[in-house]
């Protein structure tokens, strides 16, 4: 699996355990985010990897940090790359200089940062 698959997979997973967690049924959070249940369904088995503008409007719905979300996935894959066979691979994102601001939607759901 390479390092985007990887991640789509760790997001994916990460979300299904987000949303189980606010409590919420495939078919209830697939309205909210306005997909389909199979397509919920397909991001969270990793069969489709799911776009930015989703994933961010899924945090956002979950009332979720962002931040804190990609640390989180950051660590997961840090983790699952150890290998005593190989040096480890590492993503190194820096998110403490981060800011994030009011977000909007936009009439196709997708939201920007203004």
Same mark, same amino acid.
């Given at each position: 699996? =390479? ?66 979300f ?25 998110l ?12 196709? =759901? ?5």
């Amino acid at each position: 699996m =390479g390092n985007t698959e990887c991640l789509s997979s760790i997001a994916g997973n990460e979300l299904k355990k987000l949303r189980i967690d606010a409590g919420y049924t495939q078919g209830q959070f697939s309205k909210l985010i306005n997909k389909s249940e199979q397509q919920l369904f397909r991001y969270e088995q990793c069969i489709s990897k799911i776009d930015i503008c989703t994933l961010i409007n899924s945090l956002i719905v979950l009332d979720v940090d962002i931040a804190s979300f990609f640390t989180k996935i950051t660590a997961i894959y840090n983790k699952e790359e150890a290998s005593p066979y190989a040096p480890p691979s590492t993503i190194n994102i820096d998110l403490k200089d981060v800011h994030l601001q009011k977000w909007n939607r936009t009439k196709k =759901g997708c939201i920007w940062m203004i």
